[in-house]
DNA sequence: ATGCATGCAAACCATTTGCATATCC
DNA sequence: GGATATGCAAATGGTTTGCATGCAT
């Protein structure tokens, strides 16, 4: 169902159902399932080990697509490093990442409601969105020597 | 006051006192008046017309140290560009945006407290910050055509 | 057959780096 | 005088773009 959703946005983006679009959605379905976070390289590389002539511009514009389908989220870090994931693009969340090894655990908290209407009243600007990110370090990093 | 924190932030972060840091200070001094936020290349064009050689990687190097004294926050946008802000580094706060024109205000909501340690307990990790930026659309931009 | 998506390479743009020189202490 | 910050130019790295070709429809 992550599946369809993935080919009902590329359709819906656009309209051929090509080769590489079908490699990439294949892909993004396995990291849905682990949960897995990853870096438009990382899928870039592993997608090549299948299919070598595969471009890298093709995974831009594609992930670019599902990133405005909401079906990805783009994490960014404060090294400026961008991290995807695969997201139902369902539920309001947020992310918390390890400082350490990068890894991106999604989170629920939130700023109550009626904090938002309270700073458009005070500030007069329409809130249209906010992007929250916690940092942290995970567990096995805070085991980790350094 | 804030003159005398950029200058002590300078002097921690290394030793000389110079004529580029003077001046990048002094026009520091006069944006923190005006609350406005700048880009790097900003800051940098604006330096460069009292003095032609001042080159763009001094201003880099300086912006830098000033972040990490917290004297500049660093706002980061959606489609990827940076803008600057000179801020007491005192009080803790978060930023609301505009997304047409970029205008950037200090706002003071945030997670409750508890929030935070109740994730932290829930994930495993030790959060040791967070970033919450709002989007909206300020009030003259509201009122512009589009 | 038509034209959109691809692959490739070049272009971009913000930022960083290496190094000789000027500047500060 | 000795060391450090600067200016410059080149390198970098992630991302975008232009264009000829291939492939889906």
Same mark, same amino acid.
């Given at each position: &169902? ?9 359709? +819906?983006? $656009? ?10 959605? +294949?892909? /993004? =379905? ?6 897995? !976070? ?12 299948? +299919? @070598? ?5 093709? %995974?831009?514009?594609?992930?670019? &697509? /599902? ?13 400026? $490093?961008? *991290?995807?994931?695969? #997201?139902?693009?369902?539920? *309001? *969340? ?10 991106? %655990?999604? =989170? !629920?908290? #939130? /700023? @109550? =409601? ?16 906010? $992007? ?5 370090? #995970? +567990? ?5 020597? &350094?």
């Amino acid at each position: &169902m992550i599946a369809d959703k993935i080919y009902a946005a590329f359709e +819906e983006a $656009s309209q051929r159902n090509t080769r590489p679009r079908k490699l990439i959605a +294949e892909r /993004l =379905v396995e990291l849905a399932q682990s949960g897995a !976070d990853f870096t438009i390289d990382d899928l870039w590389q592993e997608l090549r080990e299948g +299919e @070598p002539h595969l471009g890298r511009a093709t %995974v831009y514009r594609s992930v670019e &697509m /599902l990133v405005n389908a909401r079906l990805l989220d783009r994490i960014e870090f404060a090294d400026g $490093s961008h *991290h995807y994931r695969v #997201c139902g693009g369902n539920h *309001h *969340h947020h992310h918390l990442t390890c400082i350490r090894c990068h890894r991106v %655990v999604e =989170v !629920d908290v #939130c /700023l @109550p =409601v009626d904090q938002f209407a309270a700073i458009g009243n005070q500030t007069n600007f329409d809130i249209e969105g906010h $992007s929250l990110t916690l940092f942290g370090r #995970c +567990e096995d990093c805070r085991t980790a020597k &350094m």
